[in-house]
């Protein structure tokens, strides 16, 4: 059984930072790409990095480039989701997936992942 279970969310002051975990079970960590999407109150879920498999490239919806990054330990089966200078923007509950190739391409969409994780709240006071 695939599974996907996010941590390391929380409240956080503007300008902070936090890394949301993403421990992956239940299918070759190492022949899919790892996606994160975000949805705040209201909002369609959004796209918000990738992190392909078999490339190791990147990718990251405009709106966190420069404060996010991406990395991933294959031996542990975790994505990771380091999120810097955090603004209240950016609250939400933050979601990882698996994406049904080992690549991430351009752009975010959701019908390209196949698995989701419950979500964790990431909450930034101003």
């Known amino acids: 059984e695939v599974q996907l279970v996010e941590s390391g969310g929380g409240l956080v002051q503007a300008g902070g930072s936090l890394r949301l975990s993403c421990a992956a079970s239940?299918?070759?960590?190492?022949?899919?790409?790892i996606g994160w999407f975000r949805q705040a109150p209201g909002k369609e879920r959004e796209g918000v990095s990738c992190?392909?498999?078999?490339?190791?490239?990147?990718d990251f919806t405009d709106s966190v480039k420069g404060r996010f990054t991406i990395s991933s330990d294959n031996a542990k089966n975790t994505v990771y989701l380091q999120m810097n200078s955090l603004k209240p923007e950016d609250t939400a509950v933050y979601y990882c997936?698996?994406?049904?190739?080992?690549?991430?391409?351009?752009?975010?969409?959701?019908?390209?992942?196949?698995?989701w994780g419950r979500g964790t709240q990431v909450t930034v006071s101003s």
């Open positions: 997936a698996k994406k049904i190739w080992a690549t991430c391409g351009s752009g975010f969409f959701k019908y390209e992942y196949d698995h």
């Open positions: 992190i392909g498999s078999s490339d190791g490239v990147t």
């Open positions: 239940g299918f070759t960590f190492d022949d899919y790409a």
